[in-house]
């Protein structure tokens, strides 16, 4: 099977523009997170999405949004860009089985790197 | 206080030598996870625990749940092993809803030659 993959890999924009971020799970997963990982901050919970709709969302201002589709891929989008959003942005999908509920394993993407300048 | 508290931050070791690493948290989980982060930012999952042990390989995870404290130990580490490990924990929630993942900051392991 293939893995978590994420386009683009590497951007770099400006301040005040906005970008969209994409991540395809692994086929038969319907559950995907979406992490945001900084020097200072390290790893912070983004969004969470299962079946297309979000089920937890981390303490990060409105500009941050997401969402995902019929088929599991998901976006997540920031407008307004700062300089503090560089980041590596990383998505994981899990099996989420009815039952087991945040006890399975997470398989992280290669990430995306977001320079903003 | 964060809620995941891992330690050491950093750890030289030696070929061959016998490693742990310590994570602490302070509330209620589901699941406690251990993660590796090789340079270049990809992340694999290596263990995910509620209770008990776990091993594979050389690498075993331990887990209190009574003491909120879990331990990451590689058996005759290899310069391959050279990585970051993150503790990540899921907070118990309410049946058939999600919590969040709270990561640690990572303990940076060398192995040397």
């Known amino acids: 099977k293939a893995g978590v993959t994420q386009t683009p890999r590497y951007l770099i924009k400006t301040r005040g523009q906005q970008v969209t971020l994409s991540c395809s799970p692994i086929s038969g997963h319907r559950s995907v997170s979406w992490y945001q990982q900084t020097p200072g901050q390290g790893l912070q919970f983004l969004f969470e999405y299962f079946s297309e709709t979000q089920r937890n969302k981390g303490n990060f201002p409105g500009r941050f949004s997401g969402r995902q589709f019929s088929n599991s891929r998901s976006e997540m989008n920031v407008s307004t860009l700062e300089l503090g959003d560089s980041a590596l942005y990383l998505c994981?999908?899990?099996?989420?089985?009815?039952?087991?509920?945040?006890?399975?394993?997470?398989?992280f993407g290669p990430g995306t790197r977001l320079t903003v300048l | 206080k964060n809620e995941v508290e891992q330690s050491p931050q950093n750890l030289t070791a030696q070929e061959g030598e016998f490693i742990t690493i310590n994570c602490s948290y302070s509330?209620?989980?589901?699941?406690l996870h251990w993660l590796q982060q090789h340079p270049g930012g990809g992340i694999v999952s290596l263990f995910m625990?509620?209770?008990g042990k776990k091993k594979h390989g050389r690498l075993i995870a331990t887990i209190n749940i009574q003491e909120k404290h879990s331990s990451l130990h590689i058996t005759a580490s290899h310069p391959r092993d050279s990585a970051v490990y993150i503790c990540a924990v899921r907070l118990r929630g309410n049946t058939g809803t999600a919590s969040k993942l709270t990561f640690g900051t990572g303990t940076r392991l060398q192995v040397t030659l």
């Open positions: 625990l509620s209770s």
């Open positions: 994981a999908s899990s099996l989420a089985t009815s039952g087991h509920w945040g006890t399975d394993t997470q398989y």
């Open positions: 509330v209620g989980i589901s699941a």
